[in-house]
């Protein structure tokens, strides 16, 4: 019976093997046609020599060969970075002067070659990598310089086939925060129709592996660890609109642990090795723990005066406030609206190190310096009777925060999550240049995804056990009632004065909130996000005369309701006598995404929060009008939505039109891309978009 059970197995595992490569060679045929580039062969030997930090080494040996197929292809090869960064789809979330290229310091390039081939046979081709350089601030706290090559390549034409070959090498001190945890996806951009790579490593070394889907052959020869992985027919789907690659793509991850980070515990006397992410976020906290320390022991100095002094200023507007929610809520209100945040420019470029910090002072006077930015906030946060842990996310588009995969430990921005007095919690995102919300405000790509809890009673200390178990915890979601966005206008058009004019309300609720209120109040937006949640509704076209905007209060608790009310006007250009074109696309902007096949989709897609987005226009003409031409309603619905357009006159001289889009799925399967894609095909190109009127009799 069991030799029964193994032989179904085995045969099940074949077949699904089978059917999976059938799956990847029709989707590889679908895609190679219509890249940019297809990467025929690509073989990539990494190798970490050494097992202690002083002495480790990376090296990496690419030999990869392209076939160009247009004219972007040609800008890519020339985008190429000597090396490239171990992933591709890392998303990071700092303030602006900290956001930086994961790139390697410290890279010697031991060999670089390309060959090109026109008609068939391979000659040796100029090529070099031009240097370039990226301000990055150091484990010292100052602005340094990173250097990277990018390769050049010249005189290419469509149809080349391209053999690039390297090997480098850099230390593992120099760039350790980036290696403590490497992912690597096996699939590209691009298609790629064999593909082969070797991990090695010393086997003297400790590792921790982590490996999706596909698992690699290991041997061991001489003391060297070969990790091989051989696939073929990989379609080009890392960079799918909307996806998730971490969860239907192959990918491991790696994280060496050098022998250094072997300590002994105190009560056990049993060695345990170091987390990596413990590492990590030690470096990140230190002002944390200080100030932790400094309000545990009763400091008393000048500067933490004036952290009391305004503390106590803000609980004093507090009365009824048992769990002290209000008095936390009403701080990040006051951080978020009245202090102004400063970059640190100077202090980074060394050029005011004589100062003192006085981080309490500052804010006391509506001041935020990056240097104190979260040391800042714990002060405050212990100040007003509560107590925090540093609580580390992953934006979920790229990743989640897990044991095996804790990257963004080292430069991403974390969560100060307040413990109140009944138990409940509190989120607060520390303020900076790119974050600016309240209370229990996150973005959608934060929302119900893991994040990392850290306390500093976790590190060994004095007489002290090291904790070596990570603690998760769920961040909460938004539901799609709560996520709206209602755009409301009155519009004046006078065939007359050839002019159109606004008046306008636009409700934010939830995530829209969150994502475009900034927009109307001259703040930097994400740059990681669809680009269409940057448009403001007032854009509708050249020559926009703002006539007057008013802000309205942001609610400081979730769904954080805010609106905006403008007036504004803009000429008519396609007036033709008597007839009046309007485009209706430029008054209708709602959230698509664009470059969704239908034909073909690998991966699963997944919107950005559900909820719904709904425009309204009552056009008043100074004179009668008639439809030129009659309008059917549009009415969608799918499984990832719903869409409803509709043009309709109310009487002789007005004109309403709507436009209602519903996002009610989170997720649809790739063989479902269609249901997406409708709904944005009819949003973007609908010819009903086009209203044209003629005047009445």
């Keep these: 019976m069991k030799t029964i059970i193994l032989t179904i197995a085995v045969v099940l595992v074949c077949y699904l093997r089978g059917f999976s490569q059938q799956l990847s060679d029709s989707l590889y045929n679908q895609f190679k046609e219509s890249e940019s580039l297809e990467i025929l062969d690509e073989h990539l030997i990494v190798e970490l020599v050494g097992a202690k930090i002083a002495l480790m080494r990376f090296s990496i040996l690419r030999d990869v060969q392209f076939v160009i197929r247009s004219e972007k292809g040609i800008e890519e090869i020339n985008q190429l970075l000597i090396p490239e960064p171990f992933d591709h789809h890392y998303i990071q979330h700092a303030p602006t002067l900290h956001l930086q290229k994961r790139m390697f310091d410290d890279v010697r390039i031991d060999s670089l070659a390309v060959w090109v081939s026109r008609n068939g046979q391979f000659l040796r081709h100029p090529a070099r990598g031009i240097l370039f350089q990226d301000e990055v601030i ?34 593992f001190d120099e760039n350790w925060k980036h290696l403590f945890s490497i992912r690597l996806f096996h699939h590209s951009q691009w298609p790629q129709h064999h593909y082969q790579l070797n991990w090695r490593y010393n086997q003297r070394l400790d590792v921790d592996t982590a490996f999706h889907l596909i698992r690699p052959v290991v ?17 080009g789907v890392l960079d799918e609109p909307n996806s998730h690659p971490y969860i239907d793509l192959p990918w491991f991850v790696f994280t060496p642990k050098p022998k250094e980070l072997l300590v002994e515990q105190y009560s056990t006397f049993n060695e345990n090795y170091i987390p990596a992410w413990m590492i990590l976020s030690g470096q990140r906290e230190q002002a944390v723990i200080s100030s932790q320390v400094a309000v545990s022991q009763g400091v008393r100095t000048a500067d933490f005066s004036a952290f009391n002094r305004l503390a106590d200023s803000i609980t004093a507007k507090c009365p009824d406030d048992s769990t002290g929610r209000k008095a936390l809520t009403r701080f990040q209100k006051f951080m978020v609206n009245e202090v102004r945040y400063d970059n640190d420019l100077p202090f980074y470029r060394n050029e005011v190190n004589y100062l003192r910090d006085t981080p309490g002072r500052d804010l006391q006077g509506r001041l935020l310096r990056d240097r104190n930015r979260v040391a800042a906030y714990g002060n405050m946060i212990l100040r007003l009777g509560l107590h925090f842990l540093t609580a580390y996310p992953m934006d979920k588009r790229c990743g989640e925060i897990s044991p095996a995969f804790f990257s963004t430990i080292a430069d991403n921005d974390f969560f100060l999550l307040t413990v109140l007095r009944d138990t409940s919690i509190a989120w607060i995102y520390p303020k900076s240049d790119m974050a600016n919300f309240f209370c229990d405000e996150m973005p959608f790509y934060y929302e ?3 994040v990392m809890l ?32 209602k755009v409301n206008a009155m519009v ?16 934010l609720s939830g995530q829209f909130s969150t994502m475009t209120r900034n927009i109307y109040r001259g703040m930097e937006v994400d740059s990681t996000i669809n680009p269409k949640y940057g448009i403001k509704v007032s854009n509708i076209g050249k020559n926009v005369k703002m006539l007057k905007t008013s802000l309205g209060p942001v609610a400081d608790d979730f769904p954080f309701l805010t609106s905006v009310t403008s007036a504004y006007e803009c000429p008519l250009p396609d007036l033709s006598g008597d007839t009046l074109s309007i485009n209706l696309s430029q008054w209708i902007n709602p959230i698509t995404v664009d470059g969704l096949d239908p034909s073909r989709r690998a991966t699963a897609f997944y919107s950005d929060f559900c909820g719904y987005d709904s425009w309204s226009y009552m056009i008043q003409f100074d004179v009668p009008v008639v ?8 009415d969608i619905d799918t499984d990832y939505g719903e869409y409803a357009f509709n043009v309709k006159q109310i009487n002789p001289s007005q004109i309403l039109v ?3 889009f519903l996002t009610k799925a989170a997720v649809i399967p790739a063989e479902k891309i269609d249901h997406a894609a409708r709904l944005f095909a009819a949003m973007n190109t609908h010819p009903y978009y086009w209203l044209k009127v003629v005047k009445g009799k």
């Design 138 to 171: 150091n484990d010292k706290s100052r602005l340094g310089i990173i250097q990277g090559r990018r390769l050049s390549v010249g005189d290419l034409v469509p149809g080349d086939t391209i053999r690039l070959y390297y090997s480098v090498n850099f230390p």
């Design 219 to 235: 041997t061991v020869n001489r003391g060297i660890v070969d990790m091989q992985w051989t696939l073929r027919n990989l379609p």
């Design 448 to 450: 119900d995804t893991p």
């Design 454 to 485: 850290q306390n500093y009673l976790q590190k060994r200390g004095y007489k002290r056990d090291m904790d070596i178990r990570p603690i998760f915890y769920i961040t909460p979601d938004s539901k799609p009632s709560e996520n709206y966005r």
């Design 492 to 507: 004046g058009v006078s065939f007359e004065t050839r002019k159109a004019s606004f008046q306008c309300r636009v409700s």
């Design 627 to 634: 439809i030129a031409a009659p309008f059917d309603p549009v």
């Design 658 to 660: 709507t436009s209602y």
